[in-house]
């Protein structure tokens, strides 16, 4: 069974950058597509980008798209998601997720492992 761990979030100004980190264990992490969620305060949890195992394709969100950045490091088991001109409606829960099937999606659904979450407040 994989488990994956987040860390890296924080407090942000509006306009600044973060990075998160999750790291995977338990399982062979190539074999495993991986996203990063979030969810914010009375909202539904929604997908934020994605990357294949084999890191050759990624997808973002439209609200994302570049400003932030999905990398995997085969050699750490880890996964990154650089956050960039970060605004206060980047806010949010920030998950992460491996999916078994190794291909990219978009569906919460098509992930069987998540992290706890590691809290991302971006302030005006």
């Known amino acids: 069974q994989v488990q994956v761990v987040e860390s890296g979030g924080g407090l942000a100004q509006a306009g600044g950058s973060l990075r998160l980190s999750c790291a995977a264990s338990?399982?062979?992490?190539?074999?495993?597509?991986m996203g990063w969620f979030r969810q914010a305060p009375g909202k539904e949890r929604e997908f934020v980008a994605g990357?294949?195992?084999?890191?050759?394709?990624?997808s973002y969100a439209e609200s994302v798209r570049g400003r932030f950045t999905i990398s995997r490091d085969g050699a750490k088991d880890t996964v990154y998601l650089q956050m960039s001109s970060l605004k206060p409606e980047d806010t949010a829960i920030y998950y992460c997720a491996a999916g078994r099937t190794g291909f990219l999606t978009i569906s919460s659904y098509d992930y069987n492992y998540w992290g706890q979450g590691t809290q991302v407040t971006v302030s005006s």
């Open positions: 990357i294949t195992r084999s890191g050759s394709s990624t």
């Open positions: 338990g399982g062979s992490f190539s074999n495993y597509a």
